[in-house]
């Protein structure tokens, strides 16, 4: 029994191991909106929605990022929005309403309505070193001069 597992595990490594098995997988890349939820609203009766569920504040802005985890740039900037999170759904709630919620519960748009260091400038940094050892990778290496007549 033994003799026969060892083949078949053999297989099983090449097989999975191959790049036709990576071929049909895909990397994301393009535009994407992002929905971050910045602020949880107390539950109470004027932050009920229709269907039962609660209302909180989230942030919304497009990016363009690579595999939803390399973020290369804002394509529009964050906007304070109403979010439902168990619908995963957000509401564009008008300026002075948006203001009223804000002054009530003593929040400051500004403090809210950020990007974090990553989002905004993390994947450029990312991206950059990945193209910078690219780039050092494929430009060859010197040996010295003194290092090849010692060898001789």
Do not use: C
């Not at 997988?25 to 939820?37: F, Q, T």
């Amino acid at each position: 029994m033994n003799s026969m597992t060892r083949p078949i595990f053999i297989a099983l490594l090449i097989a999975f191991s191959s790049t036709s098995v990576f071929a049909g997988i895909r990397i994301p890349l393009g535009k994407r909106e992002v929905l971050k939820k910045v602020y949880d609203l107390p539950n109470t009766d004027e932050f009920k929605l229709k269907d039962g569920n609660f209302l909180d504040l989230a942030t919304l802005h497009t990016e363009f990022n690579i595999a939803y985890i390399l973020p290369l740039y804002v394509i529009e900037e964050p906007k304070l929005v109403g979010f439902d999170e168990k619908t995963d759904s957000f509401y564009d709630i008008p300026q002075e309403e948006m203001d009223g919620i804000l002054a009530s519960q003593k929040l400051k748009k500004e403090k809210l309505n950020t990007l974090p260091f990553y989002t905004r400038y993390g994947g450029k940094i990312v991206a950059l070193l990945i193209i910078g050892l690219m780039i050092w990778g494929a430009i060859p290496s010197k040996e010295k001069e003194g290092a090849e007549s010692t060898n001789a």
